[in-house]
């Protein structure tokens, strides 16, 4: 069953140089205790697109609807019946949470907001989630800054808890933190899911991360969804040239081996103009003139597999 279903998302936002196409025809379902992890380099619309498939931004064109009901073009009272299900927990632990608040006030508040339980339980409930995370209880008389990184992105986890959501979006959750404390988080967001049966969006610039988390994989480019497979079949059979590029930048260090040249040279274009067609022509190194002309469109491959490429 699927817990989000969006079709036929734009997003465009209105700049003073024009508009940034940063969702331009993405059509996605997560489906229920899944991992739908999303990758691309930076400024390919990850996290427009993550905010989208929660309902914390809306469409300018499309639907998206989360638990069979419709978010897009609903007014934020009506929204606010679904909210609690979707939580956030983002990249920078340091920002997002209040530093004159403890712990405690942070995780209390969403009860409080959503008026479950009493003060008691509510405690109680704060107490049970701060040793879920691997913290103690008595972290919540304490402040953000007293914890590290990962302790901080603990806290975060448990906040977006509290409500019992039943999907939480992790844009570059661990983005920030050093390799051994990212793998300690990525095992704490694994065995929260099935434990509560949670489903992520999970976001990142880096394949390498989304491989150990994401059940399945949606590749990026310009705000369009070019590769879409589970986990093995992206990263054993790629079959569209920017998914291959990608798996190719990731470093695999061994002895002795010098560096392998960038396989991405130039830049991503401007998603203000971006190429006609194919948007990853112009970086393609299997381009024809004729991926100028109309943009390919997700074709299946076999069994949960998708591309969009002429010549996958
Ligand atoms: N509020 C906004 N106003 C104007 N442009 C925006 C806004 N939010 C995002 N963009 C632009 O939309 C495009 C997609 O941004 P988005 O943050 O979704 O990409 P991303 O792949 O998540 O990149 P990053 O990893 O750098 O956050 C970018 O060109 C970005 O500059």
Sequence with gaps: MNLVEATGLVKHFHTGHGAVQAIDGVDIAVREGETLGIVGESGCGKSTLGRLLTGLLPPDRGSVRLLGEECAGQSRRALRRIRPLVQVVFQNPYSSLNPRRTVG????????????GTPRDRAARVAAMLERVGLSPAAAARYPHEFSGGQRQRIAIARAMMLEPRLILCDEAVSALDVSVQAQILNLLAEMKREFGLSYVF?????????????RIAVMYLGRIVEVADRQRIWSEPRHPYTRALIA???RPRPGRPKPAPVLHDDLPSPIDPPSGCRFRTRCPVATPSCAGQAPVL??????????CFHA
Excluded: F, Y
């Design 203 to 215: 976001i990142s610039h880096d394949l390498s991360v989304v491989r150990h988390i994401a059940d």
């Design 249 to 251: 930048s990731v470093p």
């Design 299 to 308: 074709e299946k491959m076999g069994a949960d597999h998708a591309c969009a």
């Design 105 to 116: 006030r942070t995780l209390l508040e969403p009860l409080a907001v959503h008026r479950i």
